[in-house]
């Protein structure tokens, strides 16, 4: 597809108009001061991604799943919360490292993930995606084993069903797991019960897919969904309703690599936007603030 083509299919898809009337940068999103926003070319070469691949024991590389892991840790990171004395929840973990990394900055973390009995009916266990327990939270070694045993604790949930004895806490995320609800308003729902057990003064970060080619149709139900802008600016004027405070970004970039559409078998490196199903989909992080 040509670059000129996607510029246009992308203006037009991702316009200005914010129906929420909240800020909306204009310049391209970075990590230096993430709001929500998509992922992009340019922050891959700011000095908070190599930081953080870093500090989660990778080597940097151009694709949107380590990206999402950089986003939330940055954004997590810069409101103060990773730190002794605080406390998160993160959602659909299985063996991604950033439980294990926060807790290693002393924060007390909540780790969950789906039964094992439904999780390998949907086949997160056969690709390795879930964890059965807290130990899953820490192959990689980030967190020592004593702080991560004080630290951390686990249990099961339905991320679809959360229990109404979870807690209240100052943090909440989840990497890449709301599209895997069911449907676009089991997303939205996740959403919106998430930024109920934010503490006052505390933050959601969730990552998910942002449908880059229309506004209209979309993979709306099954085992992997596309959220499209106009699902976020719902979930967003629902979430400021209850007085929670969400700033978007809606650029997509305009660097060679952010018009670059990964086809499957999909690359372990350029993979910023891909081709699913017949739309074109990239990661997009979404920052919810619940004010004191």
Same mark, same amino acid.
């Given at each position: 597809?040509?670059?000129?083509?996607?510029?246009?299919m992308?203006a037009?898809? /991702?316009?200005?108009?914010?129906?929420?009337?909240?800020?909306?940068?204009?310049?391209? *999103?970075?990590?230096?001061?993430?709001?929500?926003?998509?992922?992009?070319?340019?922050?891959?070469?700011?000095?908070?991604?190599?930081?953080?691949?870093?500090? /989660?024991?990778?080597? !940097?590389?151009?694709?949107?799943?380590?990206?999402?892991?950089?986003? /939330?840790a940055q954004?997590?990171?810069?409101?103060?919360?990773?730190? !002794?004395?605080?406390?998160?929840?993160?959602?659909?973990v299985?063996? %991604?490292?950033?439980?294990?990394?926060? +807790?290693a900055?002393?924060?007390?973390?909540v780790?969950?993930?789906?039964?094992?009995?439904?999780?390998?009916t949907?086949?997160?266990?056969?690709?390795?995606?879930?964890?059965?327990?807290?130990?899953?939270?820490? %192959?990689?070694?980030?967190?020592?084993?004593?702080?991560?045993?004080?630290?951390?604790?686990?249990?099961?949930?339905?991320?679809n069903?959360? !229990?109404?004895?979870?807690? %209240?806490?100052?943090f909440?995320?989840s +990497?890449c797991?709301?599209?895997?609800?069911?449907s676009?308003?089991?997303?939205?729902?996740?959403?919106?019960?998430?930024?109920?057990?934010?503490? !006052?003064?505390?933050?959601?970060?969730?990552?998910?897919?942002?449908?880059?080619?229309?506004?209209? %149709?979309?993979?709306?139900?099954?085992?992997?969904v596309?959220?499209?802008?106009?699902?976020?600016? +719902?979930? /967003? +004027?629902d979430?400021?309703?209850?007085?929670l405070?969400?700033?978007v970004?809606?650029?997509?970039?305009d660097? *060679?690599?952010?018009y670059?559409?990964?086809?499957?078998p999909y690359?372990?490196?350029?993979?910023?936007k891909?081709?699913l199903?017949?739309?074109?989909?990239?990661?997009?992080?979404?920052?919810?603030?619940?004010?004191?």
């Amino acid at each position: 597809m040509q670059i000129s083509r996607l510029k246009s299919m992308f203006a037009q898809t /991702i316009s200005p108009v914010d129906v929420t009337r909240l800020p909306a940068p204009s310049s391209t *999103p970075t990590l230096t001061d993430p709001v929500s926003q998509s992922c992009t070319a340019s922050q891959f070469h700011e000095e908070a991604y190599a930081y953080w691949c870093e500090q /989660i024991g990778e080597e !940097p590389r151009n694709h949107r799943k380590q990206w999402e892991f950089c986003y /939330i840790a940055q954004a997590l990171s810069l409101a103060g919360v990773l730190t !002794p004395g605080r406390s998160g929840l993160g959602f659909g973990v299985g063996t %991604e490292p950033l439980g294990a990394l926060f +807790a290693a900055r002393g924060a007390k973390i909540v780790g969950t993930d789906l039964e094992p009995e439904q999780a390998r009916t949907d086949g997160w266990i056969d690709t390795h995606q879930h964890s059965s327990g807290k130990e899953g939270m820490n %192959e990689r070694g980030i967190c020592p084993a004593h702080r991560f045993d004080r630290n951390v604790s686990f249990r099961f949930v339905d991320m679809n069903h959360i !229990p109404q004895d979870i807690g %209240e806490f100052d943090f909440c995320w989840s +990497a890449c797991a709301f599209e895997h609800l069911g449907s676009i308003r089991n997303g939205h729902d996740f959403i919106i019960n998430t930024a109920k057990l934010l503490k !006052p003064g505390g933050i959601g970060v969730h990552t998910t897919e942002l449908n880059c080619s229309s506004n209209n %149709e979309t993979l709306s139900s099954g085992s992997t969904v596309i959220f499209r802008k106009r699902d976020f600016q +719902a979930m /967003i +004027a629902d979430l400021t309703r209850m007085g929670l405070k969400v700033t978007v970004n809606w650029d997509l970039g305009d660097q *060679p690599l952010d018009y670059h559409i990964d086809l499957p078998p999909y690359s372990h490196d350029n993979h910023l936007k891909m081709q699913l199903d017949r739309w074109v989909s990239t990661s997009f992080g979404l920052v919810i603030r619940r004010p004191f």
